[in-house]
Structure formats: structure tokens, C-alpha cells
């Protein structure tokens, strides 16, 4: 996407407003209810998970349509939270960890879909790529068979709970997720989930 | 032993458990970032309560609308030892699933749950509105 670049400002075609004008129209056009990127927080991902919930109820979305929105919403915004490479961690009286990505929802086609995206490291990446190519070939049943499965399966240490979470967002799916990885340096990948529902 | 009685914040349920007239209920949503600190609680004084009490009754009743992935690993987690304490201390357990007769989600979650479960009895109770 093209953005013209701001100008002096006041009602001109290159101002700030017209420039800020097309940036929205830009997300308008695609479908977009909301993006957020940036530093995501548990109190971040309520509110906009509640806005969320709300927007699709006055649209008179059916209830097992919200819930699964909501969930993949959830999921995706905490995986962010757990595994996302680029982090800020301090202490603001107590011990505070901040996480960046994108989580980007929006319509197309009469369907939701949803778009997490975050920096994660290259020795993470095959372990990853190769749970989601697995849940990618599966059919609804076998997902559901897995799933069942894992949620009898003590958790793995090392994943915090990020198993069952990819097997939960792929059970929401109304089509196989789709995922890619792009390089951003010697040690970092950009990480892309987009799932529609 | 004292009841447990906790406030549903946001993102976790409203729990109230009543050990001495055998009445257990969580209620609502949970969903945060790390389960155990939701669940940490609610397991310890559960397994406490558990250990002394054999041939009781216990009714534990489910009133969930949406809970995350992690929640529903330690949600099963929760069965199994309710499950445990029927099979071997002989407590007579009776949990209710409740959810909103149009919910297919929470219809299924209790359908899952309830799967390998045989010592206790598991009612999946639809409701209106």
C-alpha cells in the first residue's frame, strides 16, 4: 500500500488529516474491524477481545460464530504474550513483561478472519512449522481426535500450554490456518497465523 | 474446613466452594495468561477437602460461558482427580455441566470432558437464555 506522505497540515490533499484519512481507508478496505500492533498486555487483550465481542453482537453474529472468533482472538493474542522474540521485561513495583506483535481482525468474503503476527527466534521456528503443518493436514475429526488427546496429556514445560492452544485454533477454523515465516536477520523470523472463520 | 470463596475477576471465574454442605460451583469465564494461578488455589483446597471425604456426596456444578485452552487442561485435570476420589475414597461425585441451550462450543467441551470418565456421573444440563 501506497501512503502519501504528510504535509504542512490544514485542508490540503497532503496534510495530515487527508494522510491519516487514507491510512484508515487503506485498513477500511480490507475488511479491518481492528489492528493493533505494538506492546500487548492481558489488560489490552480483555479490552479488545470485549470491544470485539460486543461489535459482532450488535451485528447480530450468531453465538457459536462470536465464540469462535473470540477464542482464535485469544489464543493467538496470548501466544503473542508467551512466545513473542521481541520483549521488554522491568520491575514498575512488581515485574512487568511486555510483548510485542500484531493481531489484526477483519472480514472478507461474508468471513472472519484473524492475523497474529510476531518476531520469533530461527531455533524456534522448525518445531513450530512443523506443529502447524501437522494440524494443517488434518481433517476436522482428526483435529478434535488430537485434541481431546492433549487435553489428557500432562503439560510440556517448555511449551507452556502452546500445544493444546494451536490445536484449539485450529479447531476454530472454518478452513486449513495458514502460516508463514519471513526472515528478518541472522537470529529472527517475522511469524505470521491467519485464520478464517 | 473453610470454604473457598473467590470473586470472578475479568478473566476467572467466580468459584464458591461449599465443603460442608457438599455444594462446589465455578461460574463465568477464565481466561489468563497463566493458569496456574487461577487453578493453584482452587486444586489445593479441592484435594484437601477430597482426602476426608469419603462416602460423601459432593455436587459440583459448571456454569462456564468461555474459558482458554490452558483452562481447559487444568479443567480436565480437575475431572480426573474428581473422577480419582469417586473411584477410590468412594466419594459419590455428580458434577453439572450447565451452559445456554444454543452454546455448541460449551455443549461440546462438556461432551469431551465427560468421555473417559466412569466413576462419577456427569449431567450435561442445557438451559435457557
Redesign the interface.
Same mark, same amino acid.
Given at each position: 500500500m501506497t501512503i502519501p506522505a504528510p504535509g504542512p497540515g490544514g485542508a490540503n490533499p497532503t496534510g495530515l488529516a487527508a494522510h491519516y484519512r487514507e491510512f484508515k481507508r487503506v485498513l477500511d478496505e480490507r475488511g479491518i474491524i481492528f489492528s493493533f500492533s505494538g506492546y500487548l498486555s &492481558?489488560g489490552i !487483550? *480483555?479490552s479488545l477481545g470485549d470491544t470485539l465481542r460486543q461489535k459482532m453482537t450488535l451485528e447480530d453474529t450468531d !453465538?457459536?460464530t462470536i #465464540? #469462535?472468533v473470540?477464542?482464535v482472538f485469544? &489464543?493467538q493474542a496470548?501466544n503473542i504474550? @508467551?512466545y513473542s522474540a521481541e520483549k521488554v521485561q522491568g520491575n514498575l513495583g512488581k515485574t512487568v513483561e511486555l510483548s510485542s506483535g500484531m493481531v489484526t481482525i477483519g472480514t472478507e468474503q461474508g468471513r472472519f478472519f484473524i492475523v497474529c503476527a510476531n518476531t520469533i527466534l530461527e531455533e524456534d521456528v522448525p518445531r513450530l512449522k512443523q506443529r502447524l503443518e501437522m494440524l494443517q493436514k488434518m481433517d476436522k475429526d482428526e483435529i478434535k481426535a488430537y *485434541? #481431546?488427546e492433549q487435553? @489428557?496429556e500432562a503439560?510440556d514445560e517448555k511449551s507452556r500450554?502452546a500445544t /493444546?492452544?494451536l /490445536? &484449539?485454533i485450529a479447531r476454530r477454523a472454518s478452513e486449513p490456518i495458514e502460516f508463514d515465516f519471513d526472515r528478518i536477520d541472522a537470529e529472527k523470523f517475522f511469524f505470521c497465523l491467519k485464520v478464517s472463520i | 474446613m473453610d470454604n473457598l470463596v473467590i470473586a470472578a475477576t475479568e478473566r476467572s471465574p467466580e468459584v464458591n466452594f461449599d465443603f460442608e454442605g457438599g455444594q462446589l460451583s465455578l461460574k463465568g469465564e477464565s481466561y489468563p495468561e497463566d493458569a496456574s494461578s487461577v487453578f493453584g488455589p482452587i486444586f489445593a483446597a479441592l484435594e484437601q477437602y477430597l482426602v476426608q471425604a469419603e462416602g460423601k456426596t459432593v455436587t459440583f456444578d459448571f456454569n462456564l460461558i468461555y474459558f482458554n485452552s490452558s483452562s481447559a487442561k487444568a479443567l480436565m485435570n480437575m475431572f480426573q482427580i474428581l473422577d480419582d476420589a469417586a473411584d477410590r475414597r468412594g466419594v459419590k461425585v455428580e458434577v453439572n455441566w450447565r451452559y445456554a441451550e444454543d452454546d455448541e462450543t460449551m455443549q461440546e467441551f462438556g461432551e469431551d470432558f465427560s468421555e473417559d470418565l466412569e466413576h462419577l456421573t456427569f449431567n450435561l444440563v442445557p438451559t435457557k437464555g
Open positions: &492481558e !487483550l *480483555y !453465538l457459536t #465464540k #469462535k473470540f477464542s485469544v &489464543e496470548q504474550i @508467551r *485434541y #481431546k487435553l @489428557r503439560p500450554g /493444546i492452544g /490445536i &484449539e | -
